[in-house]
């Protein structure tokens, strides 16, 4: 898996593309939260693992499914829905369930794009792991405890990860030029 690092990265990248035509501070942070959120949520299945100290037990499991990905942001995304946008007069569940699968996606995308067993993208129909014919992360080896040399190529190939997102963020959705119906005039 890759850091979390990563994953906020593409979490940001996310939300750049989804605000670029919000100026309302308030819905800018909606989306920006959720965007950040939904990003490294599927890696809260550590959770369990960090309190117990056995990460394999729950770690990269059904949380890493698409179809439980599915699920997971549309249900949170309509009972936030349910309970606030009767204050928030911009509110567009569609909008925002976007920002959430989409963000959720790359996550699992991404792991399954870093060397190590793969995900479970097809739970609960195939108990399979898949990995992408690419690696491009080298991924976490927590254990190998804090300091660790791995840890650089970890940080270092996240980084140049990080400008990638940047640069195609900056490409994908760049802003609309408006161009003068005068242009178009003989
Ligand atoms: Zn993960």
């Not at 509110?91 to 794009?113: F, P, T």
């Amino acid at each position: 898996m890759p850091s979390p690092i990563a994953h906020l990265a593409a979490g940001a990248a996310v939300a750049v593309g989804f605000t670029r035509d919000i100026d309302d501070p308030a819905q800018r942070r909606v989306v920006w939260g959720a965007a950040l959120i939904f990003s490294v949520a599927p890696d809260l299945d550590a959770i369990p693992g960090f309190i117990t100290g056995d990460m394999a037990l729950y770690h990269n499991q059904i949380s890493h499914s698409l179809f439980f990905g599915i699920a997971a942001c549309l249900f949170v995304t309509g009972v936030f829905g349910l309970l606030f946008s009767r204050f928030l007069d911009w509110w567009s569940y569609s909008r925002i369930s976007a920002v959430a699968l989409i963000s959720y996606g790359l996550h699992l995308v991404m792991d399954a794009a870093t060397l190590g067993p793969g995900v479970k993208l097809l739970w609960p129909f195939m108990d399979e792991r898949f990995s992408t014919p690419i690696m491009i992360f080298y991924g976490v080896r927590h254990s190998e405890g804090l300091f660790s040399a791995h840890h650089l190529i970890t940080i270092g190939s996240e980084l140049a990860m990080i400008v990638g997102f940047l640069l195609l963020a900056r490409i994908v959705f760049r802003p609309h030029r408006h161009v003068p119906d005068t242009a178009f005039v003989e």
